[in-house]
């Protein structure tokens, strides 16, 4: 029983850091575009 838990807590801790790695690349993508963008108009 302990094993199982072990194992669905650490599938969980690796599914959370994909996701949150995502989010941080699309926030970079972001500000990056949203930069070249504002650098571009001025």
Request: charged residues 10%; glycine residues 2%; contains cysteine.
């Amino acid at each position: 029983m302990l094993g199982i838990i072990t194992a669905v807590l650490s599938i969980s801790m690796d599914v959370a850091i994909e996701y949150l790695q995502h989010c941080k690349l699309l926030i970079l993508l972001m500000i990056n575009i949203r930069s070249n963008l504002s650098n571009l108009l001025h």
